[in-house]
Nanobody, 125 residues
């Protein structure tokens, strides 16, 4: 059974960068499109970026375009999210997930087949 584990979160100051990792075990991640979501307490989970199984297609929410970069290393069964120029509004729990939408055109939680447990990112001003 596929398991996803996120890492790399932490407390940073505005303008700084982080690289989040999503490591898979139990099954090869390269079979799946992978989505990064984030959630602020009391709000809905928001899809921020998706990468197709091959890495050839990516998608970004408008709120993160130009600041977030998603990539994957299928040999390591790991997907990354490079987060730069962070702002306080980026503070959230970040989750990775596999998606049934192989094209990455849809980053809705209803398309998710497996979730990780999340990693907290906190950005101070």
């Amino acid at each position: 059974q596929l398991q996803l584990v996120e890492s790399g979160g932490g407390l940073v100051q505005a303008g700084e960068s982080l690289r989040l990792s999503c490591a898979a075990s139990g099954s090869a991640l390269n079979y799946y499109a992978t989505v990064w979501f984030r959630q602020v307490s009391g709000k809905e989970r928001e899809g921020v970026s998706c990468i197709s199984s091959s890495g050839g297609s990516t998608n970004y929410a408008d709120s993160v375009k130009g600041r977030f970069t998603i990539s994957r290393d299928n040999a390591k069964s790991t997907v990354y999210l490079q987060v730069t120029s962070q702002q306080p509004e980026d503070t959230a729990v970040y989750y990775c997930a596999t998606s049934r939408d192989y094209s990455c055109s849809n980053m809705h939680p209803l398309s998710v087949s497996s979730w990780g447990r999340g990693t907290q990112v906190a950005v101070s001003s």
